[in-house]
Every structure is written in structure tokens, then in C-alpha cells.
């Protein structure tokens, strides 16, 4: 039998944590679970059940009507019983909370915070829950859809202009302006950051595609690679003659190294000798960005891949294009995200029309 995947591995990994979850919540959340697993990915029902979780206990420890009964055993009825005071107070509890499962240094409990995107996103995951419910006619009515959900104020889009993109990548290849202790690993990791950070910036690809790329995955002589995207779904996208340069070059030098087993296929290996993880390339990218561009903190993978996409739409004008390169099924999602793109569009459309008053035509004729 094949070895599995790293999409497998991963589906696997994942599929383990949401029964492991599903353990101490009520049926109800099982069989949501189930009902959405023919449509959704892993990583879409994990972040379900981690909301369900979050919820129950927020009610089981916070609600006083919720409190006498273990979670397991809370019914269908007891879903129902929930009111608009209860979501509205969730809403305020989410804004900081502890989690069981989160400690700080010291042992101490880490505090948990979330803001208008991720408060909104729980909310949905419990509008869902209760969806399904009131549709398969288990409860009467769907609660939540009285409870409003938190207006997102729209922030402006984070990322690195030409010359903090050149910087950045000169650090990658020399480390001159790292630390001492971050110049001893740069240079035994140089080539392969300088591939990395040179793929996200030439093809806009995210972290979790990176990671999961495969040596046979690239092929050189076309300037193209095989990605997994999001759902599963696979996808040829080519890259430009400076990334295929970067690859090839740690490609040569990857060849001399022996992953451990089960990491043979990884392209890009940790120090360890296993598949990099997304965590650690997002160090990555923080690292050489707070070089590059040091009052731009929040630098990551997916501020990289912005980058991309607004250079490209910029030399293109083509959003389309732009959709079908980062893989959004709608042009929609494109827009949301890069709307200030559109807009510079838009304002540009200002310097193509002109008009000529009777002052200005009787100036032009005796000038």
C-alpha cells in the first residue's frame, strides 16, 4: 500500500482532533458534523467543532440555566431554551475568556482575545449549528438569526511595496542584518528561504500549499508546479524565471540531504529533516520582514501573497486573472480582499476624460 499523502496525513491529523472534540459535546454537534462532512474540508470542520466547543462551554460555565446538566447530555430542547440575552452575552464573552486547553508561561492560564472577524466567525459557526436543526425540524426556531452580527470595519491591506520586497529577499540569501543567533541557522537555511519567500512573492501561493509541495510537484523545464488548494482540489500554476532559479538551486542542494522517513517527497524541510511546518514558515517570513520592512510587524505568509496579487492585478488590470491564480471559486472573494485595487482603478478612470468649457476652447483657440 502507498504511503499517504501529506494531504492525507494532514486530513487524517484533523479528523482525529474533531472526534476527540465531538467527545464532550452534545449529539446534536455530531450530527451536524456529519450532515456538512460531504461538503466541507477538514480544516472547515475542525474550526466548527472548535466554535461548538467554545460555545457549550461558555454556556455550561457562564450561564446559569446551563449549568446543572453535562454538556453530553444537553438535548435538542435545551439548544432551543437558549435566548437572545444568552448569544449577546456570548458575543461580550468572547472578547476575552480563558481556555482550559491555553497556558501562558509559568503554567498561569492564557487569556484568549478575539476581535470583530473572529467574534463574527464563531457567531456563524453557532448560526449553523442552529440551521441545521431548525431545517431538520428538531427546534422550532433559529434564535440566532435574532441576534445581529458584529459590523467588520474594514482595514487597509498590509503589504511590502518594491524595495522592502528586494530587501527581504536580500536577507534571505545573506543574513546581514540579523542577529548572531539567527545568522548561524540563516546560513545553513539560506537557499531555502530565499526559494520560499521567492514562491510566495512570484506565484502568491498560500502557507498551507507551500508546505505541501512535493520534489515532483516542480517541474523546471516548464517553470511549474502541481499544488493542492483548499478542498483538495489540485492545480498547475507557473512561476517566473527568478523563482525558477531559486528552486533550482535548493533543489540541487536538496538532493543531498535524507529526510527521515515518511518526509522523503517534502520539498522543503525543516532542520530537522522533516516537511517544514506552516508555523515555522511563517516565523520565517516574520523574520525577514522585520528586517525589510520593520513598521510593517504583522508581515506573514498571507500579507505575502497579497503582495502578489496586488502586483499582478497592477500590471495586468486583469481581476479575473487575479481570482483564478489565488484560487477563490468566486471573483467576489478577490474583490473583497484587494478592493483598494479596484478603487485605484476606479480613480484612474479621472485622468482619461476631459472636459472643455467655452473659456478653456476660447483659450486653446488664441493660444
Same mark, same amino acid.
Given at each position: ?12 491529523? *484533523?479528523? !482525529?482532533?474533531?472526534?476527540?472534540? =465531538?467527545? #464532550? ?8 458534523? @456529519?450532515?456538512? /462532512? ?66 501562558a ?15 463574527? *466567525?464563531? !457567531?456563524?459557526?453557532?448560526?449553523? =449549528?442552529? #440551521? ?8 422550532? @426556531?433559529?434564535? /440566532? ?20 520586497m ?13 542577529s ?66 531559486a ?31 506552516q ?8 523574520k ?52 483598494d ?27
Amino acid at each position: 500500500m502507498a504511503n499517504p499523502t501529506y494531504r492525507e496525513q494532514v486530513d487524517a491529523r *484533523r479528523i !482525529l482532533q474533531i472526534r476527540e472534540i =465531538l467527545r #464532550d459535546l452534545p449529539q446534536a454537534c455530531r450530527d451536524f458534523i @456529519s450532515h456538512i /462532512t460531504v461538503t466541507t474540508g477538514t480544516f472547515t470542520r475542525l474550526a466548527y467543532a472548535i466554535d461548538m466547543r467554545t460555545f457549550f462551554h461558555f454556556l455550561h460555565d457562564e450561564r446559569v440555566g446551563f449549568s446543572d446538566k453535562k454538556i453530553t447530555l444537553y438535548t435538542d430542547a435545551d439548544l432551543a431554551s437558549v435566548t437572545v440575552n444568552d448569544l449577546s452575552a456570548y458575543e461580550e464573552y468572547l472578547t476575552y475568556y480563558f481556555r482550559d486547553e491555553d497556558t501562558a508561561a509559568g503554567g498561569l492560564p492564557k487569556a484568549t482575545v478575539n476581535h470583530e472577524r473572529a467574534i463574527k *466567525r464563531k !457567531l456563524c459557526s453557532i448560526r449553523s =449549528l442552529y #440551521d441545521f436543526l431548525f431545517r431538520a425540524e428538531r427546534i422550532p @426556531s433559529n434564535v /440566532t438569526l435574532l441576534k445581529p452580527l458584529p459590523k467588520i470595519h474594514e482595514k487597509p491591506i498590509l503589504r511590502l511595496n518594491a524595495e522592502e520586497m528586494r530587501k527581504m529577499l536580500t536577507e534571505a540569501q545573506n543574513g546581514e542584518n540579523l542577529s548572531q543567533g539567527q545568522k548561524r541557522f540563516q546560513k545553513i537555511t539560506a537557499k531555502r528561504d530565499f526559494a520560499i519567500l521567492s514562491l510566495f512573492l512570484g506565484t502568491g501561493i498560500r502557507v498551507s500549499e507551500c508546505v505541501g509541495i512535493n520534489i515532483q510537484d516542480i517541474n523546471l523545464e516548464e517553470n511549474a508546479f502541481l499544488v493542492t488548494r483548499k478542498g483538495g482540489n489540485q492545480m498547475i500554476l507557473y512561476f517566473p524565471p527568478e523563482v525558477a532559479e531559486a528552486l533550482a538551486d535548493y533543489m540541487a542542494e536538496r538532493e543531498e540531504i535524507t529526510a527521515l522517513p515518511g518526509h522523503e517527497d517534502a520539498l522543503f524541510l525543516s532542520l530537522q529533516k522533516r516537511r517544514i511546518t506552516q508555523r515555522a514558515v511563517e516565523q520565517l517570513v516574520k523574520k525577514y520582514a522585520a528586517v525589510a520592512a520593520p513598521l510593517k510587524p504583522k508581515i506573514s505568509p498571507h500579507k505575502l501573497r497579497s503582495t502578489y496579487a496586488t502586483n499582478l492585478y497592477q500590471e495586468t488590470g486583469d481581476i479575473y486573472l487575479v481570482a483564478d491564480v489565488l484560487g477563490h471559486s468566486s471573483v467576489d472573494t478577490t474583490r473583497k480582499h484587494y478592493a483598494d485595487m479596484t478603487d485605484a482603478r476606479r480613480r484612474s478612470a479621472a485622468s482619461f476624460v476631459h472636459l472643455e468649457t467655452e473659456t478653456k476652447a476660447e483659450e486653446d483657440r488664441h493660444s
